[in-house]
């Protein structure tokens, strides 16, 4: 088996750091994204899938030859409010099927803080923090080594993120807080070498480090 990292989602604000950051390590990495994604030029000489989501098939032969897959997909906010079901939920489960069938065995999947709520502001839009739990737990389902990463708000700053101090919890412990995204990147991938993390749902935000 080859020693590549897929990462699902590439052209997201989560995903394309993830492959950003694999890559500064020096992994082999495969990008998996829709026919129409766009992805930013430090990623062009990237090894790309383009697919539809919604083909078993397409997935299963996009992951063929990974060992693992970081997964950074979710619904963008439009006012299509299936999205989140269709999406955090429905694809989920295919690239968790997908994964099985293609023998990747180690899979950390970009969920949300508040995951499985129903009472939440955040369920305006299509449910979402439901149709995240419904994914996660077809993951926790699968069989794979898996780890699902919650974080908190994601925040586009680049500024300074070592001078953020990750707070890391367990499942239901976190109810609020955000984290940049080049954090959440950095940390999907140290779950990949982390065996401790196989199996668990790990709570993510992050606060100004404190001067020593
Ligand atoms: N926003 C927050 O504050 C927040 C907080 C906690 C957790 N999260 C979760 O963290 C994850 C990453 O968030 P983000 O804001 O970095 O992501 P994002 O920038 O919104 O990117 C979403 C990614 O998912 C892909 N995608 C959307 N619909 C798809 C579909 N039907 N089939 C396949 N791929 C699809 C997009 O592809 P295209 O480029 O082709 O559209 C894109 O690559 C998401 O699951 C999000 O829900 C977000």
């Known amino acids: 088996m080859d020693n590549i990292t897929a990462v699902s989602g590439a052209s997201g604000r989560t995903g394309f750091r993830v492959a950003e950051e694999a890559l500064a390590h020096g992994r082999a990495v495969r990008l998996l994204v829709r026919p129409a994604s766009k992805l930013p030029p430090s990623l062009a000489h990237c090894d790309v ?20 897959l970081v997964m950074a997909t979710g619904a963008r906010p439009s006012a299509n409010l299936l999205g989140p079901f269709q999406v955090d939920n429905q694809t989920v489960q295919r690239q968790v ?34 149709c995240k739990r419904w994914g996660e737990e077809a993951l926790e389902r699968s069989g ?13 700053t680049e500024a300074n993120p070592e001078q953020q101090e990750l707070v890391v919890s367990g499942a239901n412990t976190q109810q609020q807080g955000a984290i940049p995204r080049r954090l959440v990147a950095r940390y999907c991938l140290e779950c990949l070498d982390a065996p401790d993390t196989v199996h668990r749902v790990l709570e993510i935000t992050s606060k100004p480090r404190r001067a020593l």
């Open 97 to 130: 099927q997908a994964c099985q069938q293609a023998g990747v065995g180690r899979v950390v999947l970009v969920s949300s803080l508040c995951s499985g709520q129903l009472w939440h502001n955040l369920n305006l839009f299509g449910l979402i923090l439901v």
């Open 49 to 68: 899938r383009r697919l539809d989501f919604g083909q078993l098939s397409q997935l299963v032969e996009a992951l063929r030859g990974c060992h693992s």
């Open 144 to 156: 794979l080594d898996w780890t699902i990463v919650r974080p908190g708000g994601l925040k586009e």
